[in-house]
């Protein structure tokens, strides 16, 4: 019999229905994973105390017959948002021992349906930089080699989804922090549109270009997850899971890593075969030439650090001496910048998504790279000063637009990630497209051996 | 067009913040506030266009 912790979640969701599995089996199988698995990876910060009496009331709800898809399911969270009675210390010194009184509202809504909060997961110090050697939690650790890291910021999160500990984490994403780490950890990122899913109860990094979205083992998962969290009236991200991509219309924007020397070739290989893959299902590629990258990098840098040094204000005044040094010096960048710069990027912000949503018409869907090489070693970060690994993500933060990252490949063992990028609030097209790819490739079934 | 912002001029700002850096940590941190200048540039470039 299957390990009731490797049942994805529709097969886990219809057992539970069934009766064949109950929510307290699961949870209490998730957490023996937990146990074994979780010394290594260090993806999880903090085990819910009252996880199992969670499981017995999803099991309460399921006798009824009146449960959702997520009823009974672990989840775990991101340590940058609030879930009641547990820390939330954004995995900083300058928030240790705080326990958070209320669920944020996309929790809640788990919560609600019946999930099991199952626990805290690593974060990069306030989601602005790591990995961080000097913290108190030990930073995640990649599956696949934990020599290497896991990108982030939500590193917990795509460790212990991409480590079986879970098949579904919460995150959050300024400027590639859920998409990122799941390209370095080889699951699903699934950044929403802007505004779909409340960023309430999360520490803000940059209010302009936060999301909160989840990871997970597979495409679909990661829908369901969405639509669980979405509010108001959205077109549900798993609508459209199953059907053909035949004749959707894909703008490669090949150029936009290709070109850059820092891009491994071994990256440019897999999102090369991954055009393929889809044109052989059916879509139709065609090579672009997207707006230029780095004045979307630009601007989105300018809002991040200008709004970032505004919401740490106060508690830097407090706190300076219990911030880690990388993310005290990055706070410290936005120091150079004024109102007046501020309000130039916003200009910018409205321009340039504009040109983006220009360069896509005729187009449903853009092609292109999560990340340019695959996880950097922890040997590449001395812990005084930020290393910024190169990426493709922080445009669609700055543009507001929904967009999946999923697994296309390895390099030396470690995963390399594609992206795909939808107009706002389709993410239902993304993951249909994302969903179909995954089925013609092998590179989301394969996990890390241990 | 803006003066060119001084090192002097991100120090009094640091202060005015309450933060005060080691050697190590200020020299990060004006690298990192120079590339930041940097950055504004090129988004003035971009809307010039």
């Known amino acids: ?450 | 067009m803006k003066a060119v912002f001084t090192e002097t001029e991100f120090r009094a700002r640091l202060a005015a913040l309450g933060l005060s850096l080691d050697d190590k940590a200020f020299a990060a941190a004006w690298a990192g506030a120079q590339h930041l200048r940097g950055e504004v540039a090129k988004v003035e470039a971009y809307l010039k266009e």
Not at chain 1, 189 to 208: H, I, M, Q
């Open chain 1, 1 to 450: 019999m299957t390990d009731p912790a490797d049942l994805s979640l529709p097969e886990a969701a219809a057992m539970l229905r069934s009766g064949s599995l109950t929510s307290r089996e699961l949870a209490e199988a998730v957490l023996a994973r937990i146990a074994t698995q979780n010394p290594r990876l260090h993806a999880f910060t903090h085990i819910a105390t009252d996880a199992l009496d969670q499981a017995d009331r999803a099991d309460a709800l399921l006798a009824e017959g009146n449960s959702g898809p997520l009823c009974g399911i672990p989840i775990a969270v991101k340590d940058l948002m609030d879930v009641a009675g547990q820390p939330a210390t954004s995995g900083s010194r300058v928030l240790a021992g705080r326990i958070a009184d209320t669920d944020a509202p996309a929790i809640a809504r788990f919560r609600a349906q019946g999930a099991v909060l199952i626990g805290k997961l690593a974060t990069y110090e306030f989601a602005m930089v790591g990995p961080d050697l000097t913290l108190p939690d030990p930073p995640a650790r990649n599956p696949w080699n934990p020599a290497h890291i896991t990108g982030g910021s939500s590193s917990g999160s795509a460790a212990a989804v991409a480590g079986g500990l879970v098949r579904l984490a919460i995150g959050t994403d300024t400027g590639g922090s859920i998409r990122s780490p799941s390209a370095y950890c080889g699951c699903v990122g699934l950044k929403p549109t802007y505004d779909r899913v409340s960023r309430s109860g999360a520490f803000p990094l940059s209010p302009s270009l936060d999301h909160t979205g989840p990871l997970a083992a597979t495409v679909e998962e990661a829908a369901l997850a969405l639509d669980a969290m979405t509010e108001g009236d959205w077109r549900p991200a798993s609508a459209r899971i199953g059907q053909p991509i035949t004749g959707l219309k894909i703008a490669y924007a090949r150029d936009w890593f290709a070109d850059d020397p820092q891009a491994s070739p071994a990256l440019i290989r897999a999102l090369d075969e991954a055009a393929s893959t889809l044109s052989l299902l059916g879509a139709q590629i065609t090579l672009v030439t997207l707006p230029d990258y780095p004045p979307f990098e630009a601007a989105a840098s300018v809002i991040l650090h200008a709004e970032a040094l505004e919401k740490h204000r106060s508690l830097i005044c407090d706190h300076a001496a219990d911030y880690g040094r990388p993310t005290l010096q990055c706070l410290a960048f936005g120091a150079a910048l004024d109102a007046e710069d501020l309000a130039t990027a916003r200009e910018a912000q409205t321009r340039l998504t504009a040109d983006m949503l220009a360069a896509m018409e005729g187009y449903d869907l853009i092609l292109t790279a999560t990340t340019l090489t695959p996880a950097l070693p922890f040997s590449a970060f001395d812990g005084e000063k930020a290393v910024w690994t190169p990426m493709r993500t922080i445009a669609f933060n700055l543009t507001g637009q929904p967009a999946l990252s999923l697994p296309a490949g390895f390099e030396n063992g470690l995963p390399l990630g594609m992206q795909l990028i939808a107009r706002p609030g389709d993410e239902d097209l993304l993951c249909m497209t994302g969903h179909a790819f995954e089925r013609a490739s092998d590179h989301s079934v394969l996990r890390p051996l241990f």
